[in-house]
């Protein structure tokens, strides 16, 4: 799995680039990649297809667009024939609704190989337990509220449930490292992990690692203190 922090360059090799490899192994060929993208509206979503098809069109890959919307949820059958899931970023309350129906479909076709790509929200609600946003915990701020989608408390919620860690996103870009510390300071979860744009983090059997231009900060529970981790991109 890649989980990527967001953002986006004119070389992606390291973090896109190395979902898209694992779908071309998994096809033995060219791949076709689901990309999921959530929107108020079709046509709102639309308007982002280009870009998305840029990026990882680089790769050398066909890229089949899921668009959903208020009033369109992922259904299993929309991924039929997928050799990788990509799942965009926008809204991540609007994503997780959307994606949630079909949460035991993606994990089922994980299980099976299939390479899962989150960007930015799709990243966020790919954990067992979802961050869908917030700027406050006990009404105190401990991110930026620009960052906040829309929702003043910190909000978790179960999630499609391919990690065991609470995922945030643009880490440095937004000022998020601050909400996934105290997340974890606050005994709502475990471990959180913090991941910069431009950089993903990579779930593997070899565990955790990073790639890309930026870094991934793990936070865990260490006693009364919160321990912060530091996986470096390449």
């Not at 098809?53 to 208020?70: I, P, T, W, Y």
């Not at 799942?87 to 299980?111: C, D, F, K, N, S």
């Not at 779930?203 to 955790?208: K, T």
């Amino acid at each position: 799995m890649h989980l990527i922090g967001g953002g986006w360059a004119e070389d992606e090799s390291a973090w896109t680039g190395r979902f898209v490899d694992e779908a071309r192994e998994r096809a033995d060929g060219r791949p076709t990649i689901a990309v999921v993208l959530w929107a108020p509206t079709v046509a709102e979503g639309e308007a982002w297809h280009a870009d998305y098809r840029d990026d990882l069109g680089k790769h050398d890959c066909e890229v089949r667009f899921v668009q959903l919307a208020a009033d369109r949820q992922l259904d299993a059958s929309d991924l039929a024939g997928a050799d990788g899931i990509f799942v965009g970023g926008g809204l991540t309350p609007g994503y997780h609704a959307a994606v949630m129906p079909a949460a035991q479909a993606i994990r089922e076709l994980v299980a099976d190989g299939t390479p899962y790509a989150g960007f930015s929200a799709g990243a966020m609600i790919a954990g067992d337990v979802a961050l869908l946003g917030g700027w406050r915990i006990g009404g105190v701020e401990v991110t930026r509220e620009e960052a906040s989608e829309g929702l003043d408390d910190v909000t978790l919620a179960e999630g499609v449930g391919l990690v065991d860690v609470v995922v945030d996103v643009h880490a440095t870009q937004y000022g998020t490292l601050p909400r996934a510390i105290a997340i974890v300071d606050a005994d709502l979860v475990e471990r959180t992990v913090a991941i910069d744009e431009r950089t993903s983090l990579v779930v593997g059997e070899q565990g955790l690692a990073a790639a890309g231009q930026g870094n991934v900060f793990v936070c865990t529970k260490d006693g009364p203190h919160v321990q912060v981790a530091v996986l470096g991109g390449r």
